[in-house]
């Protein structure tokens, strides 16, 4: 993150990449992306995958629009059924993963698909619209929607959470379940871990924070789409890989996911406070990638001989 950030800085200089607008630019991107890659890091390290956020993202925003503004329903109740709606996909992903055996990329490759489908046959049905708008109450966008020295109310809740999933997964019990299940499902079920209702609560989890950054979304600028948002699911496990998230489960932090999404951030938002083509940032984006996952063995054995040699401290 460092190094990208020298480079961006480096040409996007002459254009306030370092000014406080630039730096909230990226980071109102990343927060978007973080919110939603910390609980995709947990799936991760236990060993799962979750690629039904890109459809349950616009689902959130639209049961939101379409609860608030079309049925004139309180906006804290119009909150509470889209996350009630968002962990009911978590649930569904969760049961059918545990329960069938059946690769959690294929389980939610199909959520995927059918959230996707549900809501713009839902949102046609009711409104005869793929798109609607909302006026958010005062509270609402003062907690969700509107911008503090520049920065989105969503960089608040991404550092918030931070603080919490860190907590959650270095220094509480739970955190430990999670990287044993990840390393070992059958030592983790022996030890008396639940790795069932664990990897139930992470999928609940995961839906829960992607209906957040959707109802941040839909409150920051008004409006809402159903369209599914496929570049969120690579862009979310781009900032786990290169975070240093172990695609084999097992291995992963908060702090390196963070890292990693500022670092999606910097490229995807800070080409454009310099000379090179935009079109390269996917470019970029791919080569970081490329070497994340050729360093993940690396990582591995770093981690391992750290451990190994604090234990013997």
């Not at 040409?11 to 909230?24: E, P, T, W």
């Not at 569904?92 to 389980?107: A, D, K, Y």
């Not at 603080?163 to 739970?174: A, C, G, T």
Request: charged share 10%.
């Amino acid at each position: 993150m460092v190094i990208v950030f020298a480079i961006f800085a480096m040409f996007g200089f002459s254009r306030n990449f370092l000014s406080i607008a630039g730096f909230a630019n990226w980071m109102n991107f990343a927060s978007t992306v973080g919110i939603i890659a910390i609980p995709v890091a947990f799936l991760m390290i236990a060993g799962e995958l979750d690629i039904s956020t890109g459809a349950v993202l616009p689902a959130s925003a639209m049961m939101l629009g379409i609860s608030v503004n079309h049925f004139d329903f309180p906006m804290w109740l119009g909150v509470v059924m889209t996350l009630t709606m968002a962990a009911s996909v978590g649930l569904v992903n969760g049961l059918l993963v545990t329960r069938t055996q059946v690769p959690s990329f294929i389980v939610t490759l199909a959520t995927l698909f059918a959230v996707g489908g549900l809501t713009l046959a839902l949102s046609d049905f009711l409104i005869n619209n793929t798109n609607v708008s909302l006026q958010s109450p005062d509270w609402a966008k003062a907690l969700f929607g509107t911008r503090y020295f520049g920065f989105r109310s969503a960089v608040y809740w991404w550092i918030g959470l931070i603080v919490v999933f860190w907590f959650f997964l270095h220094k509480s019990p739970w955190g430990n379940w999670v990287f044993a299940v990840g390393g070992d499902p059958e030592s983790a079920r022996n030890a008396g871990i639940p790795v069932n209702k664990l990897k139930i609560w992470l999928f609940i989890l995961c839906s829960v924070c992607t209906a957040l950054a959707g109802m941040c979304q839909v409150i920051q600028f008004n409006s809402a789409q159903s369209a599914t948002f496929f570049n969120m699911i690579f862009f979310t496990i781009i900032a786990c890989v290169v975070g240093g998230v172990l695609l084999n489960g097992g291995f992963g932090s908060v702090i390196g996911v963070v890292f990693g999404t500022m670092t999606l951030g910097i490229v995807q938002q800070g080409i454009n406070y310099t000379d090179i083509d935009r079109n390269l940032s996917l470019l970029i984006i791919g080569v970081m990638l490329l070497i994340a996952v050729l360093m993940n063995g690396t990582f591995q054995r770093l981690a391992t001989s750290w451990s190994s040699g604090k234990k013997e401290d």
